[in-house]
């Protein structure tokens, strides 16, 4: 079962939202050379109790930390320590979440180390947050789920790959619902798979946490020993990217986007609805 939200929900949802923007503010301006993603997850957690909040990832499945770190070939899910300092040159995956009053927020983003990144990582991650974009302009009234995921699998696969080839659109994790759980029905692919029909329609009241992950290779991923780290079979990096996202009777609103999403769905002609933190 789809959980619709009210407007006075969403408006929680929205607060919860701007603790993880915060806290994506205060993680990239920390993901420097020579920091360590155990440095990352206490930055988050600082974020978390100056707002009030709590994290929806510490504990969750046992995991053993306040925010995924995913570095280079890492896909999702990696769990910050001491051991991983940051160099220049790598990328990191930061994912991560708040909870306001009993009501979730959840969002992703690729940040660069340092400086002197190859073309193909600034067009990985380019390709990968606009394709993100392109799944959240498709989340509008009388569109079903399906209608996402072919926005995002269109979107990468009309990009060109430095070098050639194609990228790899992540297959075993994807998007999913979001509200009184971290995650709930339904589960969003980032590929259109015909098997799956075309999902239920989008009505006001919707929220949907929308999450490409793209490697610079293959597809296919496998979990590490500690039951959590992703990793490309192939070794090739990745990115990820995702934002919660609230469709209201006004338009959708990005829950987890300091402007609401504004200022990249009126590059689509979209109007977001009105923001109830402003």
């Known amino acids: 079962m789809v959980q619709i939200k009210s407007p006075e929900q969403i408006a929680k949802m929205r607060e919860a939202g701007l603790v993880v923007a915060a806290i994506h503010r205060a993680t990239r301006e920390a993901a420097v050379p020579g920091a360590t993603t155990r440095d990352l997850d206490q930055v988050a957690r600082k974020v978390l109790e100056e707002h009030g909040a709590r994290s929806n990832f510490l504990g969750y499945g046992g995991f053993p930390a306040t925010i995924c770190t995913s570095v280079n070939e890492v896909v999702v899910h990696g ?41 193909e990582l600034v067009e990985l991650s380019r390709v990968t947050e606009e394709s993100m974009w392109a799944g959240i302009a498709a989340m509008k009234q ?27 659109i992540v297959e075993d994790y994807g998007g999913h619902g979001i509200g009184t759980e ?17 999902g239920p329609k989008l009505v006001p009241g919707f929220c949907l946490a929308i999450e490409p992950m793209v490697s ?15 990793i490309t079979t192939d070794g090739t990096w990745s990115s ?23 200022a990249k769905l009126a590059e689509f002609g979209i109007t977001t609805a009105p923001d109830p933190a402003a």
């Open 79 to 119: 769990i910050p320590d001491e051991k991983t300092v940051l160099a220049d040159g790598d990328i990191i995956s930061i994912d991560c979440g708040a909870i306001i009053d009993g009501w979730h927020g959840d969002a992703a983003y690729t940040a660069f180390v340092g400086s002197g990144h190859a073309p």
């Open 142 to 168: 009388g569109n079903r789920l399906v209608d996402i995921s072919r926005a995002i699998e269109t979107y990468i696969r009309r990009q060109p790959k430095p070098g050639g080839g194609k990228y790899g």
């Open 182 to 198: 971290m995650h709930m029905d339904p589960h969003l692919l980032n590929y259109v798979e015909r098997r799956r029909g075309k």
């Open 216 to 230: 610079l290779g293959t597809p296919k991923t496998e979990v590490l020993e500690d039951d959590w780290t992703v």
């Open 240 to 262: 990820h990217w995702e934002h919660s996202v609230a469709l209201t009777e006004q338009g959708p609103l990005v829950l987890t986007a300091e402007d609401g999403g504004k």
